[in-house]
């Protein structure tokens, strides 16, 4: 598809024009922070695909119920308080005032048609409404959302389902979330009306998104956000790393997302610059197809060397993770044995344990489900920040015997083919926004029978002791008894090798002096609490 530019829509534009010249005399110094990274966004549709990279520019204008603050704690929204009413029914009341860009009031009923939407069969955000029966407006202000089972962290999932306008969606034809994983081309690709801090004054795809300070955010008035002083925010797309970083170097940018970790070095020793490093809350691992017959690609006709255990852990056996942190992630990530990190809610040492480095034994287990020579097989990866990892597996993998067939795509294009299940072994890396385990239980590791939310399981990993501990997780009210039940379904999934773990991301940011960021273990950034000098 040609490149071009997209604007607001004509009300809305016209709307944000008036709003800015009536504040001119008032208006703060023009502030403009220019962020480089390495995937664009890959919609501007809120509930079209559950993506880190779509997620960092879609939650700058939409927002929702609860926030989650660089604290990384659930804060109000555009809730200002919420309770639970009953075991199964959480009440959330609304901020009064609180419009959309395009000039549209905030409701209850925007609430549940949002609720409505996220749980619609081309929403890829189930995992977050999962346990929703219904979501019921009170009055104007208050909501209550209603599970099917009780659940203790609806609060936090709802820092991830954007609230939209039900008017403006109905007129543009938009009352459903995009289907990505088709193409599907709808207003909301392009085109978005939040009620976020900023909002979008032209388009570029796969090159620059430029944001504008939405002069009439709710949260200005409340004092939600004193730090930040940012005006105009542009979000620039630089997939290659050389170009990137020399952006960077040039003054271009102010700020570098993803940092390549051969360039961390340099950068310490510029004076200019700065880097802000931690551990992320996102973990890289293989996944393999498991439900199929035939591997398409493969060399291995008439049977599916992934579904036999013992290739699975010949896979693990040839992975070397302490080599692959020494050298090709240059000390920038931690080798696990675990589905998710440390961070977690339901995470144990028990469960971080690896399957350690023996390519002998790789090789006799490959021997004995009838591969002695290996096999080949296909191996997508997307481009961004661990496409380096993904060479480095097929080349310890060619070492025992298996012949994988590196593509690296861009991540559009491998988001959409992991939708459609195609596949055959791919590298994902996998935060948990809601920083509990059930998010990766149910989204990752579930049987895709389970429901709508097991849509990104691509490897159609099943096992049926796993599935039947998801309800009594669901139901389990004493917090340490529920992360019993977490510990046990991931030790099934680990004993089956259902997918391969490989290590957690370490995030490297860098950027100029004189600007001031807070460093966050989910690797979003909160434009609106940053401040330029």
């Known amino acids: 598809m040609a490149r071009r530019t997209w604007m607001l829509g004509v009300a809305a534009a016209a709307l944000l024009s008036g709003q800015v010249a009536a504040q001119t005399a008032t208006a703060p110094q023009a502030r403009v922070f220019r962020m480089a990274t390495s995937v664009d966004a890959a919609t501007l549709d809120p509930h079209a695909t559950n993506a ?6 879609v939650h700058q204008v939409y927002e929702g119920l609860t926030h989650r ?16 009413v009953e075991p199964n029914r959480w009440r959330f009341h609304l901020r009064d005032g609180v419009r959309f860009a395009g000039g549209e009031a905030f409701d209850s009923d925007d609430v549940v048609f949002s609720i409505q939407r996220s749980l619609a069969p081309t929403s890829n955000y189930g995992i977050f409404v999962d346990t929703v029966a219904e979501a019921v407006a009170v009055d104007r202000l208050t909501v209550d959302i209603v599970t099917r089972v009780p659940d203790p962290v609806i609060p936090d999932k709802m820092t991830r389902v954007m609230m939209m306008d039900r008017g403006w969606a109905e007129t543009h034809r938009a009352t459903l979330p995009q289907n990505f994983a088709q193409r599907e081309e709808t207003f909301t690709v392009r085109n978005a009306n939040g009620t976020g801090p900023f909002v979008i004054r032209s388009r570029e795809a796969e090159q620059r998104t430029v944001m504008v300070r939405n002069p009439n955010w709710w949260g200005t008035a409340a004092g939600i956000a004193p730090r930040g002083n940012v005006t105009e925010y542009h979000h620039i797309t630089l997939t290659s790393d050389a170009t990137r970083m020399a952006a960077l170097l040039s003054g271009e940018v102010d700020m570098v997302h993803v940092v390549p970790v051969q360039d961390v070095a340099r950068i310490q020793r510029d004076p200019r610059l700065r880097i802000l490093e931690g551990q992320e809350n996102r973990t890289v691992w293989l996944g393999l197809r498991q439900d199929v017959d035939e591997l398409a690609g493969s ?14 852990q010949a896979i693990a056996h040839a992975l070397d993770l302490d080599a692959m942190r020494r050298t090709t992630l240059r000390g920038q990530g931690v080798p696990t044995g675990s589905m998710w990190t440390q961070f977690v809610n339901g995470w144990s040492q028990e469960g971080d344990r690896r399957t350690p480095y023996d390519p002998a034994r790789s090789r006799a287990l490959l021997a004995e489900a009838g591969y002695p020579n290996g096999f080949s097989v296909p191996f997508e990866c997307p481009t961004g920040t661990y496409d380096e990892a993904c060479q480095a597996v097929a080349g310890m993998l060619a070492r025992v015997g298996i012949r994988a067939q590196l593509t690296i795509q861009p991540n559009a294009v491998f988001s959409q083919r992991i939708r459609r299940q195609e596949p055959m072994m791919f590298a994902l890396s996998w935060g948990v926004p809601t920083f509990d385990a059930s998010y990766t239980l149910r989204a990752i590791m579930a049987s895709r029978s389970v429901g709508g939310a097991a849509t990104w399981n691509a490897g159609g990993y099943s096992n049926a002791e796993f599935d039947a501990l998801l309800p009594r997780i669901d139901v389990e009210g004493d917090p340490e008894a529920r992360r019993a039940l977490i510990r046990q379904a991931h030790a099934i999934h680990n004993a089956d090798l259902g997918h391969i773990p490989m290590y957690h991301m370490m995030i490297p940011w860098a950027h100029r002096a004189g600007v001031a960021i807070t460093h966050r273990a989910d690797n979003q950034v909160q434009v609106r609490e940053i401040r330029v000098e």
């Not at 990384?72 to 639970?84: D, M, N, T």
């Not at 060399?299 to 699975?312: C, H, I, Q, S």
Request: proline share 6%; aromatic share 12%; charged share 35%.
């Open 69 to 84: 603050g660089d604290d990384l704690k659930v804060q109000p929204g555009l809730a200002s308080r919420w309770e639970q």
């Open 299 to 312: 060399d291995v006709r008439g049977r599916n060397p992934f579904k036999d255990l013992r290739v699975r």
């Open 52 to 57: 880190l990279f779509t997620f960092l520019v």
